[in-house]
Structure formats: structure tokens, C-alpha cells
């Protein structure tokens, strides 16, 4: 078996956690939540060990390099750290409905890499790819990435219990809207410690490529505009007592500018910039 | 200073500024990754009709704005530029304002807190000892040293005060996470001013003692000359360019003083300058360097495929007949060719940047080696600022893992003698993460009660 198979089933790995986390919210089940942790935990050793090989493979084609390098490696990596993430949460606030919210992140991020609009291949590095500051880019802003994702998957949790009339059934068994506003605020703080990391090893990397730390490129520019932006969103809540709804919905679009940095970037505007050329 | 609350200084002071400016950075920003930055006033005015379906009068309106808020280089613009002032004069003033404060947090002696706050902290807990105060208080400091809490003690009316806390200092992590950002930004701002950036390319073998400015393509004095030897490209299997790598020599002096090969992610410092391996060009000649084995004597020639080059001194004829792709796309052989000097013609392959040696008639050895012709690329800056914005992204880290991850805890432990009867109070404040310390404390205080028969009330 290759990489490239183990990684197409970690995405039935957590589509069936996914799943389980949502039966266990839905129907209160507790076989269901002990099913969504253990799928959960084996898909995630199951993907570590599938970064593993990738790697390996990478020197056996001649172009090793860290399996962190292209979209799709990103992807993998993104679904990676976001199990990782949801497990420590889970572990520390001792709730399987939690799952049900994030785990679906998880899922996406592996059946967008796999569905055919990413390039999978494992590709020899250019020259300016081939720098330690990349690697430690890459998993600092991936890292990030996934405690925002998170804070926004709990997020569309605290509106779901919010805006229902007080203790019906299904929703009881949320934790304390209290308890989710915590963790979406962690979440995101968490997020911006890493999100800061990521966007100065960035810069480190392209001085050392380019000699110059900052140029604006899009991309650049769009990560500062997400960190501009939980920056404010962080001194609301500590500063002036934000909390609640609104928090959720600034986490919810935190997160929107996340996907755009990540993905829309690309695939957007980058499209605009190459006008110049035609 | 006048501290009135509708005073400019309390405006500079205030938070809802910061988030107002945050927000309005955030949403500026993305103008320039929308509209294409720097181009002429054309590109802009088709960018406008082709984009947005304008007619040609509406597009040149709209260029026209475009130049008049120069959204064309926003991000060196003079607005853009006034709301990172404005960040900076709310951080200097916000700071002023609240750090004598936090300072005071940070250093003031809690054995003097008042007593009556002790005893309205929320996290609190009362005991009875059946021990002497001065044995309870001994054993309590014994029982929360390996805790990581050192406690101090003073005597306050009639009783003994315990005080013990963690990471005073974490208080000030918010305020050196603000500092950073000034500092990166200083940091800018000295580059920006003192430093210098463009570009030069150098054909292998030859030198420049001077840099060309990106933008305005004047030439920059370095004050001392770089040499290229040589330019190297390496190709992965399929054809993806592997390395680009260049040997640099700086002179002084008509002194070599540095010899460094450098690469793209590794660039050649000297004098402040940065030499980046940035591109190439290729001129379709080649490099040939022969050697005649037995007498040591060398030369260099330098020529374009199918025509020959005749070393005199040597009375060598020879050249590149055909270049001939190798395996590796985008890369080539060469068919060398060698006459000899008895009027016949011999052929040999050889691959770019080896070298073969040839056999004449008359037995004489010939080492050739053939390569193509590059001009290197190089990228040079100078950027004094950029420690100073390596130093500000540091203590960035460090400060927000201070604000985020790190408390400042206290305890107080008060111990009086009442009748016969040592009666405690154990008390407990933290500044962040409240829920946390709330179990840290519950711990914590059974610790206390599990010890030195002291039973909780
Ligand atoms: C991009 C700019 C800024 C960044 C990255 C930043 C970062 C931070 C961070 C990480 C915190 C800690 C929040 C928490 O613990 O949840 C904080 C707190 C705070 N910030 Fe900023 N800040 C910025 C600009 C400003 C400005 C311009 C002001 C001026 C008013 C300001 C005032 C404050 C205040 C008053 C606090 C609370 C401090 C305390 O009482 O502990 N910040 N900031």
C-alpha cells in the first residue's frame, strides 16, 4: 500500500468519525461517541504513518523533501492538525458532541485533497522551495488554520444552542454556552499565537530566498488582513467584553478569511494579477 | 495632561480606536490584492473596462481616482501610512496610560495587602489547627514549596501572613507583544530609508562594482567588485530545475577577499550587502577551457554552437558540431568536435560542465571541458532594519505566549491564634483563565487541609 491509498482512507476514516459524533450528538448515544474518538485517534495514527511514508517515498523518487510542500501535502496536513486539535479539546473538556462540529472540517479538507481538482503527485522542489523556513511556514500556519477552524466549527455550535428556547432535548447535551464561548476563545487565541508564527517564519523565508521580508503579495497580504482581524476580535472580548453571539460570528468569519488566504488567493486572484500579462 | 475623557489623549488611549483601526486595515488591505499594483495608467483604465463591463469614460474616471488616492501603490501610500501612525500613536499613548499600573501589579508588596480583601477573595477556604500558629505556618510553607509556591511571611496585627504567587512578570507579556509591533515597524522604517535594493546580472568570468535600483534602474555604488566565476543550473529527472547556483568572489583592492558558492536559499553577505541567486540568462555560447596535459598550458574560448575556434599556440581546431538533448528535458549533450592536425576530423560526446581528453595523432593529450555560457542574476540588498524586525517578531513570541499561556497567581495564607483554637484562611487570586485556577486552588486547599491535622470549617 501506498501514501496515497492510506491517505484516501483516512477521508473514510473521518467521514465515519464525523458520522459517529453526529449520532452521538443526535441520539445521545455513548456507544456512538466512544466509535467517533476511536475512529478518530486510529485515522489520525493512520495518516501520521501515511505523512511517514510520503516522506519516504519522496527520497525514493529522488526528490526528498518533507511531505509539506504543495496543496494537497497542505490539505493533508490541515485534516491532520485539525484531529489533532479536536483530540486535545475533547480530552480536556470531556465532550463527544464537540466532534460532531469539527470533525466534519477534517473530513472536507481530506475529500477536497483527494477529489481530483488537487494535484496529488509527489513533485521535486524548485530551488526556492527547498529551504527549512518553508517546513516550519507551512506546519506553524497549518497549525493555525485548524484551531480557527475548529473555533468556527464550535462557533456554528454555541448559534445552534443559542437560538433555540432554553433546555430542549437534543441540545441539552451541548455543553453550557458558557463552556462553548470559552473554547471558541481559546481556540482562537491559540490560533493567533500560531497564525503570528506562521506569517514570521514566512517572512524569514523569503528574506533568506529573496531579500526582502514583506512585498505584499496577495497572499501575504490576505494572512496579515485574518490576523488584523482575530487581533480585533481578541480585543473585544478582553477589552471591551464582547462575548457570545457576536464572538461566534466573528470566529464564523475569521475562519471565511482563512479559506480565502488558503484557497481563494489562488485560485481568484491570482486570476486578476496574471491580467497584466494578457 | 489633561485626562479628560473627551480629550485627544484619552482618545489616542481608548480601545475602541484600536478596533476601529484593526477593522479599517483589514478591509483597506484587500484593495491592493484586488487591483493590480504598480502599473501604468493604461493597464488600469482596461483593467476597469474589462472587469467591471465599464464604458471607457466611466474607466478613465476611475483611473483617475485610482492615482488620486495612489490605490496603485497603496501600501506605500500616505493614508495607508497614516493608519499605521495612528496604530502606533494609539499603542505609545494606550501603553503610557495603563503600563505604571500593570507595573505596580508586577512589583508592590502583597504582604501589605489589606487584610478584609484576603477575606473577600472569591476562591477562599477557613480552617482550624490544633498546631501552634508558628508550627502551622512552617509546615504550610514546607507543604507548598515542591508545588513551585515559595512563600514569604509577615507578621500583621495579631497574625501571621503567607504570601506566595507565580509569574508576577507575565502581566507585562500583553505590553511587550505591543512593543513588538512598534519595533518591527522602527525596523521598517530604517530599511526603508537606509537601505537599498536591485539587481545585477553578471556574465561568468567577469566582475561589477556596481548594483542597478529596482524601480528606478540607477546604478548604486557597492564600493568594492564582485566577480562571477561561474553560473550552475542542476535539472531533477524530468526536467524541474533543481539548483541555481552561482560562485562569487568579492575583490577589494584588486585583493580576492571572499570566495562563496551561493544558492537560492542561501545567499552571500558582505559589508552589509546581500548577494541573492535570483535568476539567470543564458547568451547560447559556450565555455571552452583546454588544456594541453603534458605542458600544463591552458585557455580559455568562448563561442557559439557550429562555429570552430582555433587555438593558435596550440594549432588546435575544434567545436561544437551539434547540441544534442540529453535525457533530462531541457538539458543537452554536445557533439564535440576535434580536428586533428593531420587534416582528419574526430568526434566526441560530451555532457555540459565534464570534460574528456583527447588523443591526437601526434600523441598529445588535450583535456576539454565544455559549458554553457550564463550570466548569473543576482537579487542585492542592504536592509539595516531587518535584525531589528527579526528582534521585534521574537519578542512578539515570546509576549503573546506570555499573554496567552502564562498567569499571574497569588496566594495568601492568613494564620491567627483565636482562644486556643489556630484559626487559617487560605485565599487565592489569578488575572486571566479563572476556571483553571479555580481547580488549581480546590487542589491546593485540600492540599492545606490534608496536612498537620488541619481540618477544614
Ligand atoms: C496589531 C496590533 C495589536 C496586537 C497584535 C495586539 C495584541 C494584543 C494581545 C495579544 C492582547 C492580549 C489579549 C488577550 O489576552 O486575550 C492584547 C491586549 C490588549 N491590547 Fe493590544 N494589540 C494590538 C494593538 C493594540 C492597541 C493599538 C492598543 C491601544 C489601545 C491595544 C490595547 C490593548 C489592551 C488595553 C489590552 C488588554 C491589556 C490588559 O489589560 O491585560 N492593543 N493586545
Redesign the pocket.
Known amino acids: 500500500m501506498d501514501s496515497s491509498q492510506l491517505l484516501s482512507l483516512s477521508t473514510f476514516g473521518y467521514l465515519f468519525a464525523s458520522g459517529a459524533y453526529l449520532a452521538a450528538f443526535l441520539f445521545k448515544s455513548k456507544k456512538a461517541g466512544l466509535a467517533g474518538t476511536i475512529a478518530t485517534a486510529l485515522t489520525f495514527l493512520g495518516q501520521t504513518a501515511a505523512l511517514g511514508l510520503r516522506w519516504y517515498e519522496s527520497y525514493q523518487i529522488g526528490a526528498g523533501h518533507a511531505p509539506l510542500t504543495n496543496m494537497y501535502e497542505s490539505l493533508v496536513f490541515f485534516s491532520w492538525s485539525i484531529a489533532c486539535f479536536y483530540l486535545i479539546i475533547e480530552y480536556k473538556f470531556k465532550n463527544k458532541t464537540l466532534g460532531a462540529f469539527a470533525m466534519p472540517f477534517a473530513f472536507f479538507a481530506m475529500a477536497f485533497a483527494s477529489s481530483g481538482w488537487v494535484y496529488q503527485q509527489i513533485n521535486p522542489l524548485i530551488p526556492a522551495l527547498q529551504s527549512n523556513w518553508l517546513i516550519a511556514h507551512v506546519v506553524t500556519c497549518f497549525i493555525g488554520y485548524a484551531a480557527f477552524a475548529v473555533a468556527c466549527g464550535i462557533a456554528v455550535m454555541y448559534l445552534l444552542k443559542s437560538r433555540s428556547p432554553k433546555s430542549s432535548g437534543l441540545l441539552a447535551t451541548l455543553p453550557d454556552l458558557k463552556v462553548i464561548d470559552d473554547i471558541i476563545?481559546k481556540s482562537m487565541?491559540y490560533g493567533?499565537l500560531w497564525l503570528?508564527a506562521g506569517i514570521i517564519t514566512g517572512a524569514i523565508w523569503d528574506n533568506s530566498a529573496w531579500g526582502t521580508y514583506w512585498s505584499w503579495d496577495p497572499k501575504e497580504t490576505w494572512s496579515l488582513i485574518t490576523?488584523?482581524f482575530y487581533?480585533a476580535v481578541?480585543?473585544a472580548?478582553?477589552?471591551r467584553g464582547w462575548h457570545g453571539t457576536r464572538i461566534a460570528w466573528l470566529a464564523i468569519g475569521g475562519f471565511a478569511s482563512v479559506v480565502f488566504t488558503y484557497y481563494g488567493v489562488n485560485y481568484l486572484l491570482s486570476g486578476l494579477h496574471s491580467y497584466g500579462a494578457s | 495632561m489633561n485626562k479628560d475623557k473627551n480629550s485627544p489623549w484619552m482618545f489616542?488611549?481608548?480601545?475602541k480606536?484600536?478596533l476601529f483601526?484593526?477593522f479599517i486595515l483589514a478591509a483597506a488591505s484587500i484593495i491592493g490584492t484586488v487591483l493590480p499594483q504598480g502599473e501604468g495608467a493604461g493597464a488600469y483604465t482596461q483593467f476597469y473596462m474589462s472587469k467591471l463591463d465599464v464604458s471607457s469614460q466611466t474607466a478613465n474616471i476611475m483611473t483617475n481616482i485610482t492615482f488620486l488616492l495612489d490605490l496603485d501603490t497603496m501600501y506605500q501610500s500616505w493614508w495607508f501610512r497614516t493608519l499605521l501612525l495612528l496604530?502606533?500613536a494609539?499603542?505609545i499613548?494606550?501603553?503610557i496610560e495603563?503600563l505604571p499600573d500593570?507595573w505596580r501589579l508586577v512589583v508592590q508588596d502583597n504582604l501589605a495587602t489589606d487584610l478584609d480583601r484576603i477575606g473577600n477573595m472569591r476562591n477562599r477556604r477557613h480552617y482550624t489547627s490544633s498546631l501552634t500558629v508558628e508550627e502551622s505556618c512552617r509546615q504550610i510553607s514546607e507543604a507548598l514549596k515542591p508545588l513551585g509556591w515559595q512563600t514569604g511571611q509577615r507578621q500583621r496585627d495579631k497574625a501571621t501572613l503567607l504570601f506566595a504567587q507565580k509569574a508576577p512578570w507575565s502581566?507585562l507579556?500583553?505590553?511587550v507583544?505591543?512593543a513588538s509591533?512598534l519595533v518591527i515597524f522602527i525596523g521598517a522604517l530604517i530599511g526603508s530609508i537606509w537601505g537599498e535594493k536591485g539587481g545585477v546580472n553578471i556574465p561568468e568570468t567577469l566582475t561589477t562594482d556596481k548594483i542597478y535600483q529596482f524601480g528606478t534602474g540607477s546604478p548604486v555604488d557597492l564600493g568594492f567588485t564582485v566577480k562571477c566565476n561561474w553560473f550552475h543550473m542542476e535539472r531533477y529527472p524530468n526536467g524541474t530545475p533543481k539548483t541555481y547556483a552561482s560562485e562569487l568572489v568579492i575583490i577589494e583592492d584588486g585583493d580576492e577577499v571572499l570566495t562563496q558558492v551561493i544558492d537560492v536559499n542561501d545567499p552571500l553577505k558582505y559589508k552589509g550587502w546581500t548577494f541573492y541567486q535570483s535568476s539567470y540568462q543564458s547568451h547560447e555560447k559556450f565555455i571552452f577551457s583546454v588544456v594541453n596535459n603534458e605542458s600544463k598550458n591552458e585557455e580559455r574560448f568562448l563561442a557559439p554552437p557550429q562555429k570552430a575556434v582555433r587555438w593558435s599556440d596550440e594549432n588546435l581546431l575544434f567545436g561544437i558540431q551539434e547540441l544534442i538533448p540529453s535525457s533530462t528535458p531541457g538539458s543537452y549533450k554536445y557533439k564535440l568536435l576535434v580536428a586533428d592536425n593531420k587534416g582528419g576530423q574526430n568526434l566526441y560526446m560530451i555532457e555540459d560542465n565534464q570534460q574528456i581528453t583527447v588523443k591526437q595523432p601526434d600523441g598529445k593529450l588535450y583535456t576539454f571541458h565544455v559549458k554553457e555560457f550564463f550570466s548569473t542574476g543576482l537579487q542585492v540588498g542592504k536592509d539595516p532594519g531587518v535584525w531589528v524586525v527579526y528582534i521585534g517578531c521574537l519578542l512578539?513570541l515570546i509576549?503573546?505566549t506570555g499573554?496567552?499561556f502564562i498567569f499571574h497567581k497569588r496566594i495568601w495564607i492568613l494564620v491567627r491564634q483565636e482562644d486556643d483554637t489556630t484559626r487559617i484562611l487560605l485565599a487565592g487570586t489569578t488575572?486571566?483563565n479563572k476556571a483553571a485556577f479555580e481547580t488549581e486552588f480546590n487542589n491546593l486547599s485540600d492540599k492545606v487541609a490534608d496536612i498537620n491535622q488541619i481540618e477544614a470549617q
Open positions: 476563545h487565541v493567533f503570528s490576523w488584523f487581533a481578541l480585543h472580548r478582553f477589552t | 489616542f488611549a481608548s480601545v480606536l484600536t483601526i484593526l496604530l502606533s494609539n499603542l499613548v494606550c501603553t495603563r500593570v502581566r507579556g500583553v505590553y507583544v505591543h509591533i512578539m509576549g503573546l499573554a496567552f488575572n486571566k
